[in-house]
């Protein structure tokens, strides 16, 4: 068994974020628990580990004086263990479809087999389609006495404004060093090993207040078989396992190919890299590089996306931000051959359509989108959820200023539907995936043009998106909701 198993918090008082730790005693003493919590925070920061813990509290046989669970009786070994019937945890990233929220709108209504209550614990539950998510607020706004929902997410701003409003929202934060420190001493204890300060603040430091991240740092060096962890063993033991390096980095970037530097922050992440471990050492390569290119322009937004982590929900998306915008703010461009029109804020010019080698496209400010742009923003878009695709077919780009591209909705309905979070958010994806830069999508309603026709470019037998009879409003209510 890893560490980070072997010393999961058990009880309230063994997590280790200090106001996560009142809040549910607060819970737990009022003897009013909630059917509903929304637990959000970082990922490593004992989201699921305080989820299951309650879960004990709930439906423990005998607490403790002090509310805690016992950890003794059948329902607490089994929650433990994960085999309890009635503590039933879903991954909305594998089970994330209205097909699966049916399915557990018609089990809810079961009993408990064997507990007081019946706990729902639902893990990434963004990851729930805009479908999923308002058949599940049918159950959140009536849900039967026997059922409590822990949802768990790492970016609460993804799930609807209303059933977020139906939760009781408890924030977990990233750790700080002596909350870090707490942990480690607390595994260090078990394991009969002593661990000096300086070792505990390079841990912190790797791990970024990540507590999963630090346990697995610190079971590094234990596997060394040394029974006293100093600050040189964890150099030894967790930086040179690290398959980042800085210097492969930092020419991956140079080449300023978004899509290149993305895929590679992601294995960083993938492999538990601290995003902050990264932007340190890409500061201090480009700092022994300022005299070379464009590197002082590169520190600055990597000190500005550094200044953003501790706000951040998703850890590397700072660092994800700054690079794109390097690139999109210096890349070369390759000229086309196609030429076409676009208009400018006070006039008309003929320029050039130019684009990277990955298609991004680069516009000026205050340019409106032609035809050729709105079509590859279509099928896109499509792509990703044919419902935004057909939403689409309503409205038409009204104008671009290097950040924002406004839109013009025909139907009060559709502009409705393109401003819910998931679909807006998806939207932004695609077009900042094309513009080469991050872009916000800003809707207003516009009356719709006598004769709008955009034909984009198809393979030879394919129908083109954008016929005349696809603009109807009959027929695309008809692909919205799939009738």
């Not at 999923?132 to 970016?155: G, M, Q, R």
């Not at 799930?159 to 001493?185: A, D, H, N, W, Y």
């Not at 009969?192 to 430091?205: G, L, N, P």
């Not at 003929?350 to 709105?374: A, G, L």
Request: charged residues 30%.
């Amino acid at each position: 068994m890893t560490l980070y198993l072997k010393y999961r918090s058990q009880t309230i008082d063994e997590l280790d974020l200090e106001s996560v730790r009142e809040q549910l005693k607060k819970i737990v003493a009022s003897g009013n628990i909630p059917h509903g919590l929304l637990f959000s925070g970082p990922k490593g920061s004992g989201k699921t580990s305080a989820a299951r813990i309650l879960a004990k509290i709930i439906n423990c046989e005998r607490r403790t004086k002090d509310d805690e669970p016992c950890n003794k009786c059948q329902s607490c070994l089994e929650i433990a263990r994960g085999n309890n019937l009635d503590v039933i945890e879903i991954d909305a990233a594998s089970n994330r479809g209205i097909d699966d929220i049916r399915s557990l709108k018609e089990n809810i209504m079961l009993a408990p087999s064997r507990s007081s209550k019946k706990i729902y614990i639902v893990d990434e539950a963004h990851m729930l389609t805009l479908e999923a998510s308002n058949a599940f607020l049918k159950t959140l706004e009536e849900p039967p006495e026997h059922v409590i929902f822990i949802l768990a997410t790492t970016e609460p701003l993804k799930l609807p404004e209303t059933v977020r409003s139906r939760l009781v929202s408890i924030s977990f934060q990233k750790g700080t060093e002596p909350e870090i420190e707490r942990q480690l001493t607390r595994g260090a204890k078990g394991e009969k090993i002593e661990i000096e300060k300086d070792a505990i603040k390079k841990i912190a430091k790797i791990a970024d207040g990540s507590f999963r991240d630090a346990i697995k740092a610190f079971e590094q060096t234990v596997l060394s078989g040394n029974k006293k962890i100093s600050g040189d063993l964890v150099d030894k033991f967790v930086f040179t396992q690290s398959t980042f390096k800085v210097e492969d980095f930092t020419e991956i970037i140079q080449k300023k190919n978004a899509a290149q530097i993305l895929a590679f922050i992601k294995k960083l992440v993938d492999e538990g890299i601290s995003t902050k471990t990264v932007i340190d050492s890409l500061i201090e390569e480009s700092r022994a590089r300022i005299l070379e290119g464009d590197s002082i322009h590169l520190i600055e937004l990597l000190i500005e996306a550094r200044g953003r982590l501790k706000d951040s929900f998703i850890a590397e998306l700072p660092l994800e931000i700054a690079l794109v915008k390097y690139c999109s703010g210096n890349t070369k461009i390759e000229e086309k051959s196609m030429k076409s029109e676009v208009k400018t804020e006070n006039r008309s010019s003929k320029i050039d359509q130019t684009s990277t080698p990955k298609e991004v496209i680069h516009f000026n400010r205050q340019t409106s989108i032609n035809s050729d742009v709105w079509a590859k923003i279509l099928v896109n878009a499509k792509a990703k959820n044919t419902t935004i695709e057909a939403l689409l077919r309503a409205a038409e780009p009204l104008g671009y200023d290097g950040h924002s591209l406004t839109l013009g909705v025909y139907y009060k309905f559709h502009k409705e539907r393109l401003e819910a979070l998931p679909n807006k958010r998806t939207l932004e994806e695609v077009i900042t995936g094309i513009f080469g830069n991050p872009v916000e999508v800003v809707y207003t309603l516009t009356e719709k043009k006598q004769e709008p026709k955009i034909e984009p470019i198809l393979p030879v037998g394919e129908a083109s998106l954008t016929d005349a009879k696809d603009n109807d409003i009959i027929s695309a209510a008809k692909e919205i909701f799939g009738q």
